[in-house]
């Protein structure tokens, strides 16, 4: 214990004594530790801290499988037959989400809501920590009206006053009681996204429900494994379940459909893993470069120690004493590395927090805690055995007398010059590594920014509206409401012009499903499963197309003469319109939608417009049909409450935003208005995550290549100091100056050689993670290798300049005059 | 055969003034000397006289602040560094105090490099550095380490290396200064058999045997040589 102290106390004072190089060594430390703290509270909070429910691996999601949507939510008629038909899964529930204003107590709040069966909290093994969860009663359609509150919103809408509970709440002009309060925290599977759902409702069911409408896929299916059943038991059972459901019900189906079950962990960190794991691959790059930097360091410094350990051991030191003692160096300027490192990580996690775009699921259980704490502390000890161990074997290891005698100075350095070459080598190649994932991920930004979106985003204004399905309760009011509206925002000077559409692309929820038609004339009657024709569809006013800059390509927009009762009009994209109509003019065709009663008309395609890439930038465009929301739905259904409004300003959107929301206020006051943004700051965020990912590996990238020139001027200068004598020496020999420069040179380029060939097989091999990540560029991209090796050259040969150009101010003379 | 009529090294007038934090120092000054062919001469005198400054600048290691210096007709003095460079490698051969080997190449390449830097073709330089080492008698250390020979070895890697381009002048300071008796005189007599052979050798010495070696002796003191010193004679 003694002799641990003594270490301590030796290592302070010969750390003390060189603060330079402790002040270059922790700030090295810290950069690597901190950045490694920072991205691994991220992974804890994200990925590794469990899922707040109850054995949270033994929970499945269900889903539907199609070509195109290969995870696809369930109709009804397949939950129930789900629960009947398996036994794989212990128990099953069902979820929807959706949206409601709370009105009463202070402003109208537009609240998104989860829609759930009664039984889902009792799958999760979650229970309300106030009041009772949904009873049997409250589940069947028209039952009792029961409300359950999130904590959070409990504590903001409420004062987390218990007595909330048994208290009647408004939610879309409907009275509901509040039946409890779900734990803090607690979110459905897949909810986890943004602020997640602030109340949950019953689902109700009907379990009486037409089986033979299978169109509507809308569920959300959740289930708890039975004991001893298995992920891949459940996921093989529902195939058979769904493609037994086909068989029975041919015309409902494709040929293709079929389901699988997969695992609830995956379904709420699925996305975001494969950048978490790219970004937690770089820190831990950047700390082994911050190792093998103070490595060098130290082995610099063991050249001028060599004497002293020498010493040492002529005195009598034992060897493990003396790896003790050189260990416990490196272990103490670790762990200042770490005490820094952890404030700059407490300080970047907030950063990171509030860098990171909504759509990273559980950002509120990131954060420092005890698994992060250990973490840290087990990379600090890692992280000075590791570049403390190299410099304290070669410390030992060389020729202990030849230390205390001259002649064989030139001799005695080389293992350890060794040592250090191999380091900045390895720096080299994983300098190269970063910078190419950076220069992956950033070419795949740009060209994702180049994609044309099929509409012009600049002067856009968005927002979201939804209408009281009691006040708003039919289909013409409806109509009547959005007419009016629509109207008087034309009018808004600013506003060129003025437009409604079921979603934006880019904007909120991406999915707005498709549904499938059959053309006139052309379909088997009843329709064959390949008679039908998918695309995703829409329901817009006159003028979306102008409005949001969509070229119509042939025929004509809607008009206000797309009215119900008039010949019903459709418009089609051109993927679809090549798809349906290869080689034809749909304009003129007519065609059906599927469903039954919901749309039971034929519609004539009256127009071809450009295609849009509705779910984001990096999807290409898939067929997409435009209905006229006048004349939509032309059958049993209803007109949609909740559309999202887009404005053409004449100058700065935002500046709109005032006369927008009074003119919604003029109509009604008390219809809400949500996320309302420029068209611009929504495909903004769209890519956030992206851009976010790109960013910091750029940054990670960038103080690699730093500390690998560091590493590679600390090399080849101390490499030519020690080898000045030698200089002179071969001078004197008749060496021109060209040839000392070459010398010199060849040696860094030996080094930046072998670390270019290395770093570019682990490059590559590490591409294979980056996939995921890019957008139109493969992670072989050659160009991108020959420019980051460029890259790493020029850094290397900026770092070899200053030390090749003192090699070559070598005064010969030198030579002569020893010592 | 050097050129019989011109002496091989002419210094008139010379010079050498070191500038160190306002101090400066006349390590030479209005030194004339000639060195023909063939010589053997001693450069002695106590320490800080300039011994080591003049012989760095008949190596053109250095140049002289002033005055003249031809080398086998040719004037030198205002060389660039290059060029010198290149005349050092042709004419001049080099054995210093500490050995000066270099510790990571081979006693074969040590004794080549010169070679290389005067741009020898392979083959000449394979058998110039086996004729030079077999004259040193080091043959069978080719492939050793410097650190792996003695110190009288190490010297006569050094001498080997020095002669073996054959240059117009061997140049050394002090050889003997690091090597016990008995190998110091062992290396005395290999730079007596070079120069039996022809070589011409300007030695700086303490030692007094190379005093009785040379044919020459040159006295300096505070820079300047001592005009008619007792050692400044011919001895024939
Ligand atoms: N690079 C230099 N800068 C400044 N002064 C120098 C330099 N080299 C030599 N001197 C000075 O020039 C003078 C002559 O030095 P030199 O090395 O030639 O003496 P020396 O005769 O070889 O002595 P020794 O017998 O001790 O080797 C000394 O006073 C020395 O301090
Ligand atoms: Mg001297």
């Known amino acids: 214990m003694n002799g641990v102290r003594q270490d301590l106390r030796y290592a302070w004072r010969g750390l003390r004594q060189r603060p330079g190089f402790t002040l270059v060594a922790v700030v090295t430390l810290a950069l690597g530790i901190g950045a490694n703290t920072a991205i691994f509270s991220v992974v804890n909070g994200v990925l590794l801290r469990p899922l707040p429910y109850d054995h949270p691996d033994r929970l499945a999601m269900v889903w539907g499988h199609r070509t195109q949507e290969p995870l696809a939510e369930l109709s009804v008629p397949e939950y129930w037959e789900l629960g009947e038909r398996t036994h794989a899964f212990a128990r099953v529930g069902a979820y929807a989400d959706g949206s409601a204003t709370l009105t009463g107590a202070g402003a109208p709040e537009r609240l998104r809501v989860g829609y759930m069966t009664a039984g889902v909290p009792a799958v999760l093994g979650v229970a309300p920590v106030v009041g009772r969860g949904f009873g049997r009663e409250e589940d069947l359609p028209g039952g009792p009206a029961a409300v359950l509150l999130s904590d959070a919103l409990w504590r903001r809408r409420f004062g987390a006053d218990p007595s909330v509970v048994g208290r009647a709440l408004t939610l879309d002009d409907t009275p509901l009681t509040v039946v409890g309060i779900m734990p803090p925290g607690f979110q459905l599977p897949d909810h986890y996204e943004g602020t997640g759902m602030e109340l949950w409702a019953p689902l109700q069911l009907d379990p009486a429900a037409d089986r033979s409408d299978r169109g509507w896929h809308f569920l959300d299916v959740v289930g708890r494994l039975r004991n001893g059943a298995t992920l891949e038991g459940a996921a093989a059972e529902t195939s058979a379940l769904m493609r037994g459901m086909r068989a029975e019900h041919p015309t409902e189906y494709a040929a293709e459909f079929d389901g699988t079950s997969t695992s609830v962990i995956g379904e709420v960190v699925g996305d975001v893993r494969p950048a978490l794991l790219v970004l937690l691959g770089a820190v831990a790059l950047l700390l082994l470069i911050a190792c093998a930097n103070v490595a060098g360091l130290l082995l610099a410094r063991a050249d001028t120690r060599q004497r002293e350990i020498a010493l040492r051991t002529a005195l009598g030191a034992g060897r493990s004493r003396l790896v ?63 570049f403390g161990l190299a410099p304290a074997l070669h410390a030992i290891r060389g020729d202990l007398t030849g230390a205390l005698t001259d002649g064989a100075r030139a001799g005695t350095a080389g293992g350890r010059q060794r040592t250090r070459r191999l380091l900045v ?3 080299i190649a994983i300098a190269l590594v970063l910078v190419t994932g950076a220069s992956l991920l950033v070419q795949s930004f740009l060209r994702l920014r180049q994609v044309d979106p099929g509409f012009r985003p600049e002067h856009l204004l968005t927002a979201r509206i939804e209408l009281s399905t009691v006040r708003y309760a039919t289909s013409d009011s409806r109509r009547t409401f959005y007419r009016e509206l629509l109207d008087r925002l034309g009018r808004v000077p600013g506003v060129r012009s003025a437009a409604m559409a079921r979603a934006l692309p880019m904007t909120g929820k991406l999915e707005i499903g ?3 038609f059959v053309l006139e004339g052309r379909s088997a009657s009843p329709p064959l499963p390949s008679d039908w024709h998918p695309a995703d569809w829409q329901a817009v006013s006159p003028g979306y197309f102008a409005t949001m800059g969509i070229p119509i ?3 004509r927009d809607f008009t206000a003469d797309d009215r119900v009762g008039a010949p019903g009009a459709i418009v089609v994209n051109r993927t679809l319109a090549r798809q349906a109509w290869p080689g034809e003019d749909p304009v003129g065709q007519r065609v059906l939608l599927g469903g039954g009663s919901v749309d039971s008309v034929w519609r004539t395609v009256v127009g071809i417009v450009g295609d849009v890439r509705h779910r984001g930038l990096s999807t290409e465009p898939r067929p997409e049909m435009y209905l006229p929301y006048a004349q939509f739905p032309a059958g049993t259904g209803s007109v949609t409450p909740s559309v999202s409004i887009v404005l053409r300003a004449a100058g700065d959107p935002e500046a709109l935003v005032p006369s927008l929301a009074a003119t919604v206020r003029g109509v009604d006051p008390d219809i809400p208005l949500s996320s309302v943004q420029t068209m611009e700051q929504a495909m903004g965020s769209w890519a956030a995550e992206r851009r976010l990912v790109m960013l910091l590996v750029t940054g990670f990238a960038l103080v690699a290549l730093t500390l690998g020139a560091v590493g590679i001027y600390g090399v080849m200068a101390h490499l030519v100091g020690q080898r000045e004598r030698e200089i002179g020496i071969r001078m004197a020999l008749g060496a021109v100056p060209d040839q000392i420069l070459r010398l010199v040179v060849s040696q860094s380029a030996w080094l930046v050689a072998g670390g270019i060939a290395a770093g570019t097989a682990a490059a590559l091999a590490a591409g294979r993670l980056l996939a995921g990540l890019l957008f139109h560029i493969r992670p072989t991209d050659p160009l991108t290798f020959v420019g980051t090796a460029l890259i790493l050259v020029v850094v290397a040969a900026a770092a070899t300049v200053a030390p090749a150009l003192r090699a070559v101010r070598t005064d010969p003379a030198h030579a002569l005059r020893s010592e | 055969m050097p050129l019989a009529i011109d002496p091989l090294i002419r210094l008139t007038g010379l010079s050498k003034i070191f500038h160190t934090d306002e ?23 106590p320490s ?3 011994k080591t400054t003049l012989l760095s600048i008949l190596g053109l290691l250095d ?16 060389l660039s560094a290059a060029q010198r460079a290149r005349v050092r490698a042709r004419a001049v051969g080099f054995i210093f105090q500490a050995f000066n080997l270099i510790g990571d190449l081979t006693v074969y390449q040590n004794v080549e490099l010169p070679l290389k830097y005067r741009g020898m073709p392979a083959d000449e330089r394979r058998s110039a550095v086996l004729a030079a080492l077999d004259r040193v008698g080091l043959l069978h250390r080719l492939k050793h380490y410097p650190s792996q020979l003695s110190g009288g070895q190490q010297q006569r890697v050094a001498v080997a290396r020095a002669v073996a381009g054959r240059p117009l002048v061997l140049l050394a300071d002090e050889p003997t200064g690091n090597l016990d008796s008995a190998n110091g005189a062992e290396v005395t007599a290999l730079l007596r058999e070079l120069n039996q052979d022809g070589a011409t050798l300007v030695v700086v010495t303490h030692d007094p045997r190379y005093l009785r070696e040379a044919r020459r002796t040159v006295y300096l003191f505070d820079g300047r040589l001592v005009p008619g010193a007792p050692l400044d004679v011919e001895v024939a």
């Open chain 1, 324 to 386: 003790r003692q050189l260990l416990t160096e490196s272990v103490l300027l670790a762990a200042a590395g770490g005490v820094v490192g952890a404030l700059l990580a407490v300080w970047g996690i907030r950063g990171l927090v509030l860098a990171a775009p909504a759509s990273v699921p559980r950002l509120d259980a990131v954060g420092i805690d005890v698994r992060v704490l250990g973490f840290t502390a087990a990379l600090t000890i890692l992280t000075g055995v590791l």
């Open chain 1, 425 to 427: 080598a390895g720096q």
């Open chain 1, 514 to 516: 498709d549904w499938s």
């Open chain 1, 553 to 555: 390509l042939r025929g």
């Open chain 2, 23 to 45: 101090v400066e120092t006349h390590a030479l000054s209005g030194i004339d000397l000639d060195i023909k062919a063939g010589e053997y001469v001693a450069v002695c005198g």
């Open chain 2, 48 to 50: 800080g006289c300039g």
């Open chain 2, 63 to 78: 140049t002289p602040s002033e005055g003249s210096f031809v080398l086998a007709g040719e004037p030198v003095s205002t």
